[in-house]
Structure formats: C-alpha cells, structure tokens
C-alpha cells in the first residue's frame, strides 16, 4: 500500500483533457515538494513536473501540476497516443524521512 | 549528460551483488544520486540517496541495512551493493541525478526532481 495514492488507471480519447490525483498527508504533499513522472513501456521514468507545477525544459505545456492542501494533480491536455504510460506522483514524506511515490497510474489513450 | 548503468545480472541467494551508474556530461561530485526500485509489475521506491562528493548517504527505512550506497569520485561512478540477496531482490533498479547541485538546505530537496536517469540494471535472484 503506496503511501500516496493514485487511481489505478484512466481514460481519454485523443486531444481530451484528462487528469489523474495523487493523495497524501500534511508529513508528505501538504508540506513538501510534489514532483510527477512518466514511465513509457520498457523505459525508464522521466521527470514531467518538479516544485509541484514547474516543467524542466523540453517537456510540453500540455503537462501541467498543481497542489491544493495535501492532494497534488497532474493535468495533460491535447492527449496523444504516445502519452500512453504510467505516470507516478512523489514527494518526501518528512515522518518517514524517505522519499515516497504514489502507486502509478496507467493511461490509456482510447 | 547521461547515467550509464552496468548491465543485467543474474544471482542465486546469498550471493553479493554491487551495480554500478556512471555518471558523464556534468560535475558528478557535484550532484546527488538517487536509487530507485522497481518490482516485476510493480510501481516505484525511493531507496535513497548519496552525495558523491563525500558519499554522505541517506537511506529509506525499507532499505536500511539492506543495501549499502558507495561512490568512486575518481571514476564518476556510484555503487549499489548488496550483501546477500534474497529472491525479493529481483527488480529493476534506477539510478537518477537529483537536479539540485551541492548542499541540500532541508530533507525535502532529497526528492525535488530527479532530472536525469538510468537505462537501469534488471537484477534477478533465483536458485
């Protein structure tokens, strides 16, 4: 059981708007950094979102982030098919004192 | 800059294990390596973190004590050794670079952005 947590999947045709939700605590997202990844199939992840709504360059204004109290979302917009991944949601939980991602969520591009 | 990760091992229980991820393009003393896990089908751990610079460490508790970081300045590598491996070890292990240079001014930057990654290391533990 993720210490964040995530739908499990979602759904959305191409050029959609989908969001997914990443949940925690005041000792993780309600106090610290919320940063988002994407995991294409046999990939490694990569960095999509830092400082809860900051995209590194190179990384399409169509991904987007945000945080409100201890729930962080990610937003993707003019869905494409090659946007089908698994996105993870993560932060540092400070009671823990580890970092700590949410269980992923599968996108599927209908 | 790139991390190049050693390749794909198979081990039988009990035996040691050390992968390593060697880092090019940028200062790598510089810079924190993060190790992240992954299990067959799984989602993503933190398992923690090392300053090559100095190779001040900080684990996760799930891992403490069963793994130790290490880091080589002179090679630009960081290591993830294991002493004795368990079948529960397989997995696919990540290094990334943590974007943020130098002293880390609270615990919360421990997980600001890892900018870069590993192709990562598949490590398999059957008798």
Known sequence: ?110 | VQLVQSGAEVKQPGESLKISCYGSGYSFTTYWIVWVRQMPGKGLEWMGIIYPGDSDSRYSPSFQGQVTFSADRSKSTAYLQWSSLKASDTAMYYCARLGVPGTIPTPAYYFYNMDVWGKGTTVTVSS
């Open chain 1, 1 to 110: 059981q993720s210490v964040l947590t995530q739908p499990p999947s979602v759904s959305a045709a191409p050029g959609q708007k989908v969001t997914i939700s990443c949940s925690g605590s005041t000792s993780n997202i309600g106090n610290n950094y919320v940063c988002w990844y994407q995991q294409l199939p046999g990939t490694a992840p990569k960095l999509l979102i830092y400082d809860n709504n900051k995209r590194p360059s190179g990384i399409p204004d169509r991904f987007s982030g945000s945080k409100s109290g201890t729930s962080a979302t990610l937003g993707i917009s003019g869905l494409q098919t090659g946007d089908e991944a698994d996105y993870y949601c993560g932060t540092w939980d400070s009671s823990l004192n580890a970092g700590v991602f949410g269980g992923g969520t599968k996108l599927t591009v209908l």
